[in-house]
């Protein structure tokens, strides 16, 4: 069977199989983390907090000594590994250092649901002077040679689907866009980017997770859920949808990639006369039946 026509049958396949959507409980964890550890007075840092295992918590109002601190602002992310779907957020600062000399960041509190968690304390060395060159992380090299992304065939789908290509001016339309990820690591999952001239769109939640089969494999599905709107008639084309990611290379290495979903067409008509589509027009006749006899349809 192929992804097209899995993925065309995929809700009759998880009804079949009894495959649900994970519904995990994630350990919460914060960590921070620095661009480099020595730094000139001129010079700046850069610091992430992240917490891993939600993405609801604000920016935490950091006050470091020897330091004046700038929030850059955040972004959230979804990786999916072993099948598991892992949440969270990073917060970024920018640190001015205002003194030279060895000093400590942390450990720094971050209030998460109601409980406070501490991140480790890391120590910065500020010297008076220019910097000396940074070398490169220990243990990591280029991740692909330039021009050469890795063959990734079937294992990674990205496709945008919509519940139906023919529709009335104002008419909400359901859509989805499907991940479907098999046999690779994939981090750092951004939200999805869709095309969307000619509608309004509903922003995208966060995504249902399922575990399903294609033939004897094993993949991980994510579905970002959205309503579109059309505003305007004639042939309109929703998409192409994009998602940005990693992919776990041999020795630990990340490769950032690019998914990107072919675009939907659809036709947008005029309303009919009376201003109504016959689907909002049965669906008063049926709240009126609903008044009229007093039970329940």
Not at 114 to 122: D, L, N, S, V
Not at 201 to 227: H, I, N
Request: aromatic share 4%.
């Amino acid at each position: 069977m192929s992804t097209r026509s899995f993925l065309r049958w995929l809700p009759l396949f998880l009804a079949l199989s009894a495959i649900g959507t994970a519904a995990s409980v994630q350990e919460i964890r914060v960590q921070a983390s620095v661009d480099r550890t020595q730094v000139a007075l001129n010079e700046v840092l850069q610091l992430n907090l992240q917490v891993n295992g939600t993405q609801n918590v604000p920016p935490p109002d950091l006050k470091i000594e020897g330091f004046r601190v700038q929030y850059i602002g955040s972004s959230t992310q979804i990786s999916v590994v072993n099948g598991l779907c892992l949440s969270s957020i990073i917060h970024r600062y920018t640190l001015f250092p205002q003194k030279a000399g060895r000093q400590t960041l942390g450990p720094i509190s971050v209030e998460v649901e109601g409980k406070t968690f501490q991140t480790q304390p890391i120590t910065i060395e500020v010297i008076g002077g220019s910097s000396p060159p940074r070398p490169p992380p220990e243990g990591q090299g280029p991740a692909e040679e330039e021009g050469q992304p890795p063959d990734l065939g079937d294992a990674l789908q990205l496709e945008l689907g919509v519940d139906k290509t023919k529709a009335y001016l104002n008419e909400a339309i359901p859509a989805r866009l499907q991940l479907l990820m098999g046999g690779v690591a994939v981090r750092g999952i951004e939200m999805p980017t869709l095309q969307t001239d000619g509608f309004l769109v509903k922003p995208m939640g966060q995504p249902s997770q399922a575990r399903v089969m294609v033939g004897e494999q094993p993949y991980t599905l994510l579905e970002f859920d959205t309503t579109v709107t059309p505003i305007r008639t004639g042939k309109l084309s929703l998409g192409p949808a994009s998602i940005n990611c990693q992919i776990t290379l041999p020795l630990h290495r990340l490769y950032p990639i690019t998914l990107e979903a072919k675009p939907v067409a659809i036709e947008v008509l005029p309303l009919p006369k009376g201003g109504k589509s016959p689907e909002s027009t049965e669906a008063e006749g049926m709240a009126t039946t609903k008044r009229s006899s007093g039970r329940t349809i």
